[in-house]
C-alpha cells in the first residue's frame, strides 16, 4: 500500500502535466474556432442590418412618393368634381358652353414615378407580394391620367377623373398600408401584409371609394 501511494505521488506531476497539456490544446483549438465563429456571426447580423436598412430608405421614398401621388388624385378629382358642378349650374342658368377638348396629355399627371423608376433594380429586394401590389399601383396610375387624355370632351374628361381618382387614391392607401405592415415586420419574407376588412373599410370611406365598385 505504501508503495502504491509512493508511485502515485511520483506520477502525479506528470499526470496533472499532461491534462494541463490536453486542456491547452483545446483552449488552443477552440478559442480560435470560437473567434471565427464570432466574426461570422458578426458579420452576418450586419449584414442583415445593412439590408435592412437599405429596405427601410427604399420603402420610405416609395412611400413618399405615393403619399405624393394619392394627394395629386385628391386635388384632381376636387377640381373636376368642383368642374363639373359650375358646368351644371351654368346649364341650369340657361348660358351657353362653348365646346371644349380633354385636358392636354401630362396635364393630369399623379406622379412622376421619379423614385419607381430610380429604384426600380432595389425594389426587386421586396416580396413578391409587395412588388406586385408596387407595380400595380404604378401602372393604373399612369392609366389613370391617360384616360381622361382620350375623352371625347372636357366634360367627359372631367367625369373620366371624378370616377378613376378615388380608385386611384384607394389603390395608394392600400399599398401605404401594406408597406407600413412590412416595415413593422421588420421586412420578413414571410410578412403577413393582409390588410383586415376594417381597415379596407375605413380606407375606402378616407378616399371615397365605394367598395361595391370592385
Known sequence: MRMWEKLSAEAAPA????????????????????QRWSALRAAKIEKERQKKEQLRRLVTALR??????VSAAQR??????????DLARAREAGMTIAPRGPPLP??????????YRQLGS???HLSPAVIRRVVTFYA???DTERVP????????????IRDLMPKARMNGAMLIAALDKLEKAEFAAGADLTIAPEEVRELARQTGYQLEQS
Open 149 to 160: 387624355t382620350m375623352a371625347a370632351s372636357l366634360i367627359e374628361a372631367c367625369e373620366a
Open 15 to 34: 499526470w496533472v502535466q499532461a491534462i494541463g497539456s490536453i486542456i491547452a490544446i483545446l483552449v488552443a483549438v477552440a478559442v480560435p474556432a470560437w
Open 140 to 142: 393604373l396610375a399612369l
Open 64 to 69: 413618399a412618393e405615393i403619399e405624393a401621388a
Open 106 to 115: 401630362g396635364s393630369i399627371v399623379i406622379t412622376d414615378a421619379i423614385i
Open 122 to 124: 432595389e425594389i426587386g
Open 76 to 85: 384632381r378629382q376636387v377640381t373636376a368634381e368642383a368642374t363639373l358642378a
